[in-house]
Nanobody
Framework: QVQLVESGGGLVQAGGSLRLSCAAS????????MGWFRQAPGKEREFVGA????????YYGDSVKGRFTISRDNAKNTVFLQMNSLKPEDTAVYYC???????????????WGQGTQVTVSS
């Protein structure tokens, strides 16, 4: 069983940066793909990015490529989302997710966090 808890959300001005963290508990963390989704009001949940178990192969959604970076520290059971050059359209609730297989769709994933709000002001 894996439990995920996000932190690091908040309010930031456009062009600024935030770093989200997702702390995982459970013995199987190092065997899972970890990633992030986001959901703005009235919109579908959108894939942000994910990373394989070793941390060597992150991949991203088109809307965040070149601005966001995913990394993980298996020793600390934590995955990070570094968000740079933030835009007002990045405003959303950001969710951490984990699955035993690589993913881009939010459907049928093994585990979810509770979400953390990110608000980017113009």
């Amino acid at each position: 069983q894996v439990q995920l808890v996000e932190s690091g959300g908040g309010l930031v001005q456009a062009g600024g940066s935030l770093r989200l963290s997702c702390a995982a508990s459970g013995r199987a963390f190092s065997n899972y793909y970890m990633g992030w989704f986001r959901q703005a009001p009235g919109k579908e949940r959108e894939f942000v990015g994910a990373i394989n178990w070793s941390g060597g192969r992150p991949y991203y959604g088109d809307s965040v490529k070149g601005r966001f970076t995913i990394s993980r520290d298996n020793a600390k059971n934590t995955v990070f989302l570094q968000m740079n050059s933030l835009k007002p359209e990045d405003t959303a609730v950001y969710y951490c997710a984990a699955d035993s297989r690589p993913f881009r769709s939010p459907k049928i994933l093994d585990f979810w966090g509770q979400g953390t709000q990110v608000t980017v002001s113009s």
